[in-house]
């Protein structure tokens, strides 16, 4: 059931001559505690027994009989189990992973039945090519330029970029997992007579960049030429830098916890679902046949509310934000819309209908701008442009918002239909009551001609800054 280098034991009390870390000499049964060996090289040899069990299977007990308290009813359980040790030395194992991990500390974690499992790991290293750590990544690029070239690509440019996550979470209110994650992407461009081809891999070992260098080619042969496709020009040498280059895990943890206590004394009716605070790094390294070789690091804190209201017996729907920040040097309660969407979320718990269907004016929050702008900007990009499915494809110098906008995902025309949660009524120029969910419909590129006021009040989020905007023309459907 396991490697031949694999002899699992259950011991008792002592271990390879020392007194274990949880000794048991007579379990709750009063049985005397003996070892058990479980699995020997590689070969299931027992189970683990009470005296009932034992009886059954017709083996003698050997103590794994155990009760948390003295009232409870004893159940099978391990007591000290390990795996003797074998003969490798950790150096040579570490040098014979080519691509991997040397994982350290792990944190809470799961098993089912089926043997599938899952726990977070606090600490641990990459492994490249035999070695703690990354491979310098200027070697990495170097290869990639030199496979692509050697592979026929009259030119070839190559994307490095490192990911390094430390994410605290939050489940119910109570923090649970510390994980620190690694993510390596590498893209590889090449173009050959006019034709281009590109792919990304997440190794970077010499053997997997010559792989993906020659199927880039393979694809740039199959690609329709463009005399577009190209690589950017020389320029100087440049790196760019932004925020921490390492987290503050003691801030990220005084911070959070500090949230659930701000939240838990402030509004006692949110029920914080789950919370993501993470630290993310991410280095990019771009280099070119042309000479370019260009580097920017950033590091930023994200912090990600999902949370809901109780009150009366009344529960509101979901809601929840996200802000980035380069520090924490103010409380996260204080970041974004945080504190404004719980005070509505509490709200929220007692909606009434809105009566029949009409068109009306729509306030869009910050928290929703956001997607009207995404249809504004795929809108305007190459793909939409030269497909010809841009509603804006003949507008070039034309209005296409209302004068007093200056920057909005539905179909590719614009048209959308939906939802609104968390949202309010307003009648007479004041703001009435929260209301069930709606649905409104409409199109965004005629949202964007019928805005008629742009708030100075704005909300930062970290990657964006929004204000609240008042659009006319929009149907609401009701009761």
């Known amino acids: 059931m396991a490697s031949p280098l694999v ?16 000794p048991v000499y007579v379990d709750d049964e009063g049985t005397r505690a003996e070892d058990v060996v479980i699995i020997e090289k590689g070969v299931l040899r027992s189970f ?54 040397y994982l350290i500390k792990p944190s809470n974690g799961q098993a089912d039945l ?30 990639g330029l030199d496979a692509l070239l050697k592979a026929g690509a009259d030119k070839a440019q190559c994307h490095l970029t490192r990911t390094e996550k430390h994410e605290l979470n939050v489940m119910w209110g109570e923090i649970s997992l510390l994980r620190t994650t690694f993510e390596t992407q590498l893209k590889l461009i090449a173009i050959k007579d006019g034709r281009k081809g590109s792919t990304t891999i997440n190794k970077t070992d010499p053997e997997s960049v010559q792989k993906a260098a020659s199927e880039v080619l393979m694809i740039a042969s199959a690609s329709v030429p463009d005399e577009a496709n190209d690589i950017p020009k020389s320029q100087l040498c440049a790196k760019f830098a932004a925020g921490s280059e390492s987290p503050d895990r003691d801030a990220m943890y005084h911070r959070l916890k500090e949230f659930l206590e701000t939240v838990k004394a402030r509004y006692p009716q949110i029920m914080l679902v789950e919370t993501f605070l993470d630290f993310t790094r991410e280095d990019t390294y771009v280099v070119n046949s042309n000479g370019v070789d260009l580097a920017a690091s950033k590091g930023v804190y994200h912090c990600t509310p999902v949370f809901a209201a109780r009150e009366d017996g009344r529960v509101s729907s979901f809601n929840g934000t996200s802000v980035a920040v380069r520090d924490l ?102 703001v009435r009551y929260p209301i069930t969910e709606t649905m409104i419909s409409g199109n965004l590129a005629d949202c964007l001609k019928n805005i008629r006021s742009v708030s100075r009040e704005r909300v930062d989020y970290g990657t964006a800054v929004f204000p609240w905007v008042a659009v006319s023309g929009v149907t609401i459907s009701g009761r």
Request: glycine share 10%.
């Open 7 to 22: 002899t699992l034991v259950d011991f008792a009390h002592t271990a390879l001559g020392e007194t274990c870390p949880w």
């Open 48 to 101: 683990l027994h009470n005296r009932e069990s034992a009886s059954h299977f017709g083996v003698q007990p050997k103590g794994n009989a155990r009760a948390y308290l003295f009232s409870d009813e004893p159940l099978i359980r391990m007591r000290n189990t390990g795996i003797l040790p074998g003969m490798s030395k950790l150096e040579d194992m570490i040098a014979s992973v080519e691509d991997g991990y």
């Open 114 to 143: 089926t043997s599938e499992f899952m726990f977070g790991v606090t600490l641990g290293y990459e492994i490249k090519n035999g070695r703690v750590g990354r491979d310098d990544p200027r070697r990495v690029l170097d290869w």
């Open 329 to 430: 040097g103010r409380p996260l309660i204080d970041c974004g819309s945080t504190e404004r969407l719980m005070q509505e979320t509490i709200q929220q718990t007692r909606t009434l209908p809105v009566s029949g269907k009409f068109t009306g004016d729509v306030i869009i929050a910050p928290d929703c701008l956001g997607d009207m702008l995404a249809f504004l900007i795929d809108s305007i990009r190459d793909r939409a442009l030269i497909s010809g499915t841009s509603v804006y494809r003949n507008s070039l110098n034309e209005p296409v918002s209302s004068s007093s906008f200056s920057g909005g995902y539905p179909s590719e025309n614009g048209d959308f239909s939906g939802v609104a949660k968390n949202s309010y009524l307003i009648e007479g120029g004041q």
